[in-house]
């Protein structure tokens, strides 16, 4: 006991006085803010309630193709009837069969006749049988008998003292087509003896009836076949008895001579009845058992077996109709609601699963992109790629399920490239793999199909750090789906039933599938990358080259109007390229960004000393004050300038914040003189601060460490090595301890690499020239140096 106290005692105090120690997982509980734990919160819902319900909707209705091949056996859930198709049809085709078609009266045959009875009668113009022309006695080749006593008959009973046929001749004529129409007379058809022995059949449409007059009812057993002449002789016999006798055999064999039925079949009106009683006949059920094989591997998939297994998924789910559902006994109402009952539990699981993925995903999120979360519309936009990519896989697969090893795996490589385009390789991995899962899922997809997805999007997200040229992402999507390919051979031989008949052919197809994938969704990202850099605000390379070009409109402007400034930005854009370089960083966005990242000047070139070109300095006649406003203006004017030449936000971050906070020294001494000559107060340091924001990415914070150091290093009277880097590293010191990197994730150790590289950029612009000898006299040495000491370039 050295102060008199027992160590126990000692002890507790240092507890109470140091506290206790909390965990590390205390420590990020109490990190988390409100805001973006609420933001979370509805993140996780929204993506658990969406894709839960699109795999329920996926796994209770599996998709299946005739011809598919499948290689594991479907099983019978639950005890069902299906409707045999075949023994229904056939009792539908027999009761079409029994159903008599319905006749319409032969308007040719009846508008024909008549015009054998005109020309029948205009015969009657000749007195004498040997002066009638020999064609108007031949019907289809064949002569009608006509006899001088015919003739004779026609000229004296039918014929007026004008020559034209009397009344009489005309109502014998409508009497008589009547009652040869009131007559049937049918083709000898397949169905002509069974529909004889019908009692009655429907006939419509009277060539002498009314418009619209309804069909009638005929007694089929009086009909007769048109090939029975002597039985359609002996009925016209029966019918002709008005007609004189000389007459009546010629009308009998012209009638017979044409060879045509008084009643045809009306194919439209018959079809319709025989549907709607074929409807009618009730279906023949068959009873499938639980737990029996319904389709046995191996073989494709038939019409029938897709059909049954259709009706086997809506007999497990309880739909049925509310005629079938009264019909059901009591037993099999409690065995449906306890189906009911466990596919909801079933279905509760599944929205488990999917919260565990889906706050999996954004724990993640938030430990590792934060600013996804404190960005909502970031947030928004990732559910909506994650949902959307899933539904793709589900709905494209459930529309083509032969074709699932490119509707299942090209939304997942999509999301991939999308992913490492907006963020980085690793959040890509990460949310690649989540979708598959996801899929997997959705799909019931076996593990193996997992290790073919994760093989494309792992090359997906290794070969893709930036989109350097504009074949780089086919060139991925294309390695990707070879990959694939690959993957999918290899697995299908290990995990696939290869003595199944057409398998080998089958792991060859999708292996296809899987290539076509790759290609076509690197082609499609291609395609859409502008798209996708204006809603995610993002820029490529390819659009940071075209920034770059010396012809754009603002650079134009810029070596024009601000040649000085243009001047200083290519040798800070040489310097902060190395330094990106030497820290991994992106050097062409650093190097776009300082061509871009003095714009503002160019509204007042003249009130910065590099455009000066040795003239008045026009802050001489300005007070500290407004000097100010200038200088710090041109951070603003160089925000207005980029939004209205559109530049891309990554550039405009450059603008605003290539100086963060820093003091402007110069007219903050001045200022501090003038009050001090005045017996007033000192100016705050904060009146002389530029507004903001400080640099928020490590390639800003380089070029706000650029952007003083080219500046400074031209004050420099001999600009050696030495001092070059005793300048660097003060600097650099100085905007550290200002706090200028607090807000970009710049370590030490980049900032000495940072340092390192900007120093060896320096020496190379400042570097020292051999003196070249000259034939005039020198006075001294020290005149020869002079020169040479001012021109640092040249």
Not at 6 to 22: D, F, H
Not at 476 to 482: K, L
Not at 502 to 510: L, P, Q, S, V
Not at 604 to 613: L, R, T, V
């Amino acid at each position: 006991m050295a102060n008199g106290k027992p160590s126990t005692a000692r002890r507790r105090e240092v507890r109470r006085n140091i506290g206790k120690q909390k965990s590390a997982f205390s420590k990020w509980v109490e990190s988390i803010d409100r805001k973006d734990f609420l933001w979370v919160c509805f993140f996780v819902l929204l993506m658990t309630l969406i894709g839960g319900f699109i795999t329920v909707k996926s796994t209770e209705h599996p998709t299946y193709e005739a011809g598919q091949l499948l290689t594991r056996p479907i099983v019978t859930r639950v005890t069902f009837q299906a409707e045999d198709k075949e023994r229904t049809e056939e009792d539908r085709k027999r009761a079409r069969n029994l159903t008599p078609n319905i006749y319409k009266y032969n308007a040719n045959f009846y508008n024909l006749l008549r015009s054998q009875f005109n020309t029948l009668i205009s015969l009657a113009k000749y007195k004498s049988i040997d002066e009638v022309p020999v064609s108007d006695l031949e019907i289809n080749g064949q002569r009608i008998p006509f006899t001088q006593e015919t003739l004779d008959a026609l000229r004296n009973d039918y014929i007026n003292e004008d020559g034209k046929p009397n009344e009489e001749w005309t109502n014998n004529v409508n009497t008589y087509l009547q009652r040869l129409f009131n007559q049937v007379i049918i083709l000898n058809s397949a169905r002509f003896d069974a529909e004889r022995n019908m009692a009655m059949i429907t006939v419509a449409g009277h060539p002498m009836a009314e418009p619209n007059a309804p069909p009638v009812e005929k007694d089929s057993r009086n009909w007769h076949n048109i090939n029975a002449t002597e039985d359609i002789r002996d009925q016209l016999n029966s019918i002709i008895s008005y007609f004189p006798p000389a007459l009546q055999s010629t009308v009998i064999e012209m009638t017979i001579a044409d060879k045509l039925p008084t009643h045809d079949i009306e194919y439209q009106a018959s079809t319709i009845r025989k549907n709607k009683v074929a409807s009618e006949v009730p279906v023949k059920p068959d009873t499938y058992h639980a737990n029996t094989v319904l389709v046995a591997p191996g073989k494709p998939l038939t019409d029938k077996q897709k059909s049954l297994i259709e009706q086997e998924q809506k007999a497990f789910l309880g739909t049925y109709t509310k005629d079938a559902l009264t019909n059901m006994s009591a037993e099999q109402l409690e065995d449906l609601q306890h189906r009911k009952t466990t596919l909801t539990f079933a279905r509760l699981g599944i929205f488990g699963m999917f919260f565990l993925i889906t706050v999996c995903i954004w724990v993640y999120i938030y430990t590792y992109n934060k600013r996804i979360v404190t960005n909502p519309v970031r947030g928004i936009a990732l559910c909506a790629i994650l949902i959307l990519c899933q539904a793709i896989a589900v709905f494209a697969t459930h529309i083509w399920p032969n074709s699932l090893y490119f509707t299942a795996t090209f939304p997942a490589i999509l999301a991939t490239i999308v992913l490492c385009i907006v963020y980085d390789q690793r959040f890509a991995l990460a949310m690649g793999s989540a979708l598959v899962a996801v899929i997997m899922i959705s799909l019931n997809l076996s593990i193996s199909f997992g290790l073919i997805v994760f093989a494309g999007i792992g090359i997906c997200a290794a070969m893709l750090p930036r989109v350097s040229t504009r074949s780089t992402i086919v060139k991925v999507g294309a390695i990707s789906g070879f990959t694939m390919g690959i993957a999918t051979i290899i697995v299908g031989l290990a995990t696939q039933p290869l003595y199944l008949e057409g398998e080998f052919t089958a792991i060859i197809f999708a292996s296809c599938y899987a290539l076509a994938s790759g290609i076509f969704i690197g082609m499609c990202v291609q395609g859409s990358l502008p798209f996708i850099e204006t809603v995610f605000h993002v820029t490529t390379a390819m659009t940071l080259r075209e920034l770059n070009d010396a012809s754009k409109p603002l650079l134009q402007r810029l070596a024009q109007e601000a040649p000085g400034t243009y001047q200083h930005s290519l040798r800070i854009a040489d310097m902060a390229e190395s330094a990106a370089e030497a820290i991994k960083g992106d050097p062409l966005l650093c190097r776009v960004g300082a061509m871009y990242h003095d714009i503002g000047k160019i509204n007042k070139p003249m009130y910065f000393i590099e455009n000066q070109g040795g003239g008045p300095n026009r802050h001489a006649k300005l007070s500290p004050a407004m000097s100010l406003l200038i200088i710090v203006g041109h951070v603003k004017d160089g925000i207005e300038m980029a939004r209205e030449y559109g530049l891309p936000r990554p550039l405009r971050h450059f603008i605003e914040s290539h100086h963060g906070t820093t003091l402007v020294e110069y007219f903050y001494h001045a200022a501090k003189k003038q009050k001090e000559a005045e017996e007033e107060a000192a100016p705050s340091e904060f009146e002389f601060r530029y507004p903001g924001p400080k640099p928020q990415t490590k390639e800003a914070a380089i070029l706000l460490l650029c952007d003083g150091l080219e500046a400074a290093a031209r004050t420099l009277p001999e600009p050696t090595p030495v001092r070059l880097e005793q300048l660097v590293s003060t600097i650099a010191n100085k905007r550290l301890m200002d706090g200028q990197f607090a807000e970009c994730n710049l370590t030490l150790s980049e900032l000495n690499k940072i340092e390192q590289a900007i120093v060896k950029t320096l020496c190379a612009i400042y570097h020292a020239r051999i003196k070249y000898p000259t034939d005039k006299p020198q006075a001294s040495d020290s005149t020869d140096d002079a020169p040479q000491a001012k021109s640092g370039t040249a």
